[in-house]
């Protein structure tokens, strides 16, 4: 089992503890607000299994038919998780809605509200955890599991502050309004998660930045060569695939082009790492004059 699927297992544990608090905070005040954020637990769960079945299939080697690999399969981990989490909306709003022609009184909320303390205290460590494993793993199915826990650590707050609000005013149409609310923020979250992991199966770019420090690295490494054109970069899962024309002196040997294809992906490697290169050599003749300059014929 790889680091990530570790990770991955231990959501579903953290997500069923969380569950099954949230759960009793419920059962005991019968508060709709609280059934708002039981109810994202639930979706917690489902997602983190997702979030395995995906890790253990992006972690197979290359094959025939994937000869890039699999790791796309955690953008679709993170799409479905985005789905469950807009779904987990609709019925927090239709719950909402009947709440609200069924006013009643909040039962026990002390303990209620402590509950749902404990619960968030949970995913608040071990949303960060996650997303820390997800920077340190380039994991997009990890990130998206802790920004969907972060997410739900915001709403269980305000949750727990708008019960005791109840509590205190009196006002029991507080808490319909309050479940609305928070499942506002959910789909915002849902549909915000569902974006950024189409990007990724539409092989979006990596940031503009580091688009730039490629460029950086290229032209700072391939000394000898004249220009790089039609640098293009995708991101797919953990790896970034990164390809590019290196124009040289058509009088160059190939092994000396070769050295210089070897020297620039030390360099990105030793930097970045998680990179898969090809690079086309031409002949000057090639030459754009619209690329990255790299150097002064040559050597």
């Known amino acids: ?102 006013v009643h009184p909040i039962d026990a909320p002390l303990h209620g509200i402590a509950l749902n303390a404990v619960a968030t205290v949970i995913n608040a460590v071990w949303s960060w955890v996650l997303l820390a494993a997800g920077r340190r793993l380039r994991s997009p199915a990890l990130s998206a599991d802790g920004r969907h826990l972060l997410a739900d650590v915001v709403t269980s707050i305000g949750i727990a502050a708008g019960v005791g609000l109840v509590v205190l005013t009196g006002q029991l149409v507080l808490d319909p309004l309050l479940a609305v609310a928070t499942g506002v923020y959910v789909l915002w979250s849902g549909v915000r998660m569902i974006s950024s992991s189409v990007s990724g199966l539409m092989d979006a770019a990596p940031e503009p930045a580091v688009v730039n420090r490629i460029k950086d690295l290229v032209a700072n490494s391939a000394a000898g060569a004249i220009e790089v054109h039609d640098l293009r970069t995708r991101h797919a899962g953990r790896l970034t695939f990164l390809e590019f024309h290196l124009v040289v002196p058509g009088s160059m040997t190939v092994a000396t082009a070769h050295r210089i294809c070897d020297r620039i992906e030390d360099t990105l490697k030793q930097e970045m790492g998680h990179l898969m290169i090809t690079i086309h050599v031409e002949p000057e003749e090639k030459a754009k004059q619209v690329g990255v300059p790299v150097g002064v014929p040559g050597g």
Request: charged share 15%; hydrophobic share 60%; aromatic share 12%.
């Open 1 to 102: 089992m790889s680091n990530a699927e570790r990770y991955a297992l231990g959501s579903i544990v953290a997500g069923c503890l969380v569950l099954g608090l949230k759960a009793a905070a419920w059962w005991l005040t019968g508060s709709a607000a609280l059934y708002s954020d039981a109810l994202e637990s639930i979706v917690n769960v489902a997602a983190s299994l997702i979030a395995l079945v995906a890790l253990r299939f992006a972690a197979r080697p290359a094959d025939a038919n994937h000869p890039y690999g699999h790791d796309k399969a955690e953008f679709f981990a993170a799409v479905v998780e985005g789905v469950l989490i807009s779904v987990a909306a609709l019925l927090i709003f239709e719950q909402a809605w009947q709440s609200w022609w069924r």
